[in-house]
Structures are given as C-alpha cells and as structure tokens.
C-alpha cells in the first residue's frame, strides 16, 4: 500500500497514530467546519427534533444540530472508536445531560436503531461505501426515519483531479438511489468551497 494510500484510508476509517492526524484534520479544516454546519442547516431543525448523524467523525455536526436543536436529542454512528471518543469529548455537556448519544458501529447497526429519528444526516461518508451496501443502508434509514422525515447527505470529493461534475455526479448516483428506497422531494443544492464545490442531496421520507 502506497502512503498516500494509507493516508486516505484513515479518512474511511481514523486508527492509530495517523487516524489522530486525520481525526484533527477532519475537527479544524475550514472546509470541514462549512460543510458540517451548512448541512445541519438545510436539515432546518425544529427545537425538539431526534436526529441521527451517519458517520459523525470528531463530532462537528453533532455539535451543530445540538446547537440548532436546543431542546432535541442526537445519535452518532460510527465504526471508528478514535472518532467516536473524540466526538464524545467535543460533546462532553451534551453527552451528561443525556440529549446526545454515541454508538461505535458500522452501516448494519441501522437496522438495530431504535427509531423514529426526525431528521438525519452524513457528511463525506457514504462515497466510501459501495453501491449495493449504500442502498440497503438507504433502505434502512427510511425505515427508522419518521414519516416526513428529512435526510441530507454531503459530499465534496477531495481527490485529485476532482470537479464540480465528480461532485454531482455523485448526487445524480445517489438521487436515484434514493429514489429506489422510497424517499420523495429529492433536490440537490451545492455549497461553493475551494478546490471543488460540495453538494447535499436532500430527500423526505414518505409520510
């Protein structure tokens, strides 16, 4: 495996000393800091909403939707235990005061989650899943979300070579997919960001 390699990687999954590196970079990139906050904001919660966040990394959209969701609870997923520790530590008061919950745990556990969440969300996760697991996760969520539910997923492609069309054509992948697992009002908005733009695909769940 190359070392550029091994380095990408640790943004799938942060472990060891080089998931620290990634988890950080992940916490305090400016591009990171947007892209988690202008995401819970097109979520547009409301003061009580239970909201699920999909690969919550060091924890800055939790702190978001906390945040915007004063009088709201939230769940964060995620396979990595360096990234789920860190996310605790972000949201130590809202871990106490019992609105904020953390599960270390990949794409399946969905299928375990008690439901209804009102509104969910992933930022720069779900490329890194291959399309058949995407859809049943897809599936999955729309199973747990309430009727009406809303569901933004963010992506802004960081390798190489990438474009703005990487970045929708991603989104048309996904609006599909989406689509296929029964959710409606499927609309993409793009957020501009250096080198490439990010886009959110936001969809309802059927009421």
């Known amino acids: 495996m190359s070392v550029r390699s091994a380095i990408v990687g640790q943004f799938r999954r942060p472990h060891g000393l080089l998931g620290r590196l990634a988890g950080s970079v992940m916490a305090n990139r400016p591009s990171n800091r947007a892209r988690n906050a202008w995401t819970v904001r097109l979520l547009d919660l409301a003061p009580t909403d239970r909201v699920l966040e999909i690969g919550c990394g060091p924890g800055l959209g939790l702190a978001a939707a906390l945040a915007e969701g004063r009088q709201g609870r939230a769940l964060g997923l995620d396979h990595s235990p360096l990234m789920v520790a860190r996310a605790a530590r972000a949201n130590r008061a809202a871990l ?3 609105r904020l919950s953390l599960l270390c745990a990949g794409l399946p556990a969905l ?3 008690a439901g209804p ?8 996760v779900l490329q890194f899943v291959p399309a058949p697991a995407r859809r049943d996760a897809l599936a999955r969520l729309r199973a747990i979300l309430a009727a009406g539910g809303r569901v933004a997923v963010t992506f802004q492609p960081r390798l190489p070579g990438a474009t703005a069309k990487t970045a929708h054509d991603f989104a048309a ?3 599909g997919e989406l689509a296929a697992a029964g959710f ?16 959110c695909v936001l969809a309802t769940a059927p009421r």
Do not use: H, Y
């Not at 409606?184 to 886009?199: K, Y």
């Open 96 to 98: 106490e005061e019992g």
């Open 111 to 113: 299928a375990q989650l």
């Open 117 to 124: 969440f009102d509104k969910a969300f992933a930022v720069n």
């Open 173 to 175: 992948a996904l609006s």
């Open 184 to 199: 409606g009002g499927i609309r993409t908005e793009q957020l501009d960001l250096e080198p490439v733009p990010a886009v």
